[in-house]
């Protein structure tokens, strides 16, 4: 079965500190891609990172970087020095190339950072 | 502006009414997206259009009804919806079926 799952729901974190949320998925099939999503209280969903099932590093956009562990079926999202516009729902999608552009997401984790 | 636009914003509708959720976008993508957003749960893949042609339909009842006139443009009709029906709905869009998508802004949709 294809299934991603966020197993934190919430998250707080000082700003300008680090934050990792979690990610976990289940395919059998070799070739998907992952991504991670930010979803602000005005409801659009903001493309931040993607990551291959074949890409030998890990990704980074800025402050985002994505701890691929392929064995481990993990895609973690690290958010460096935390802004309080982070301050959002993220969710985590996987993708498989022959399902076309059906994204798979997982319930999604509620940041909030401090000031 | 995120490039894909979807209108209204917010919708309030009894269950006996007809509404269309409007989206568009000015990317150039060639496939385009509805999912729906329920509290508490993930989001939904309902319909998937490629080159205006219809390549997934997700098992969603026959009172939504996709419309896809051309590559920039796609509707959701809505009939004789149910209360279990209100949610957000997202309209998204991408380059090809095999790329990142972008999302609007969505419409949050309450039935009464």
């Known amino acids: 079965a294809q299934k991603i799952t966020q197993t934190q729901p919430g998250m707080f974190v000082q700003e300008k500190e680090a934050v990792t949320l979690d990610c976990t998925y289940d395919?059998?099939?070799?070739?998907?891609?992952l991504f991670w999503y930010k979803q602000p209280s005005s409801g659009e969903m903001i493309f931040l990172i993607y990551?291959?099932?074949?890409?030998?590093q890990n990704a980074t956009e800025g402050r985002y970087s994505l701890n691929f562990q392929k064995a481990r079926k993990s895609a973690n999202l690290v958010i460096s020095a935390s802004q309080l516009g982070d301050s959002a729902m993220y969710f985590c999608?996987?993708?498989?190339?022959?399902?076309?552009?059906?994204?798979?997401f997982g319930q999604g984790t509620e940041l909030s950072v401090k000031p | 502006e995120t490039g894909v636009t979807q209108t209204p914003r917010h919708l309030v509708m009894g269950m006996t009414n007809k509404k269309s959720l409007k989206c568009e976008q000015h990317?150039?993508?060639?496939?385009m997206y509805w999912y729906k957003q329920s509290a508490k749960k993930p989001l939904e893949l309902m319909f998937v259009?490629?080159?205006?042609?219809?390549?997934e339909n997700n098992s969603v009842p026959s009172r939504f009804s996709p419309e896809c006139p051309n590559s920039s443009h796609l509707f959701l009709h809505l009939h004789t919806l149910q209360p279990e029906d209100s949610a957000l709905y997202l309209c998204?869009?991408?380059?090809?079926?095999?790329?990142?998508?972008?999302f609007g802004n969505g419409t949050r949709l309450t039935v009464t």
């Open positions: 998204a869009s991408s380059p090809e079926t095999g790329s990142p998508l972008h």
């Open positions: 999608a996987m993708r498989h190339y022959n399902q076309g552009g059906k994204l798979i």
């Open positions: 395919t059998s099939d070799p070739s998907y891609g």
């Open positions: 990317l150039g993508h060639n496939a």
């Open positions: 259009y490629s080159l205006e042609e219809r390549v």
């Open positions: 990551q291959g099932s074949y890409d030998q």
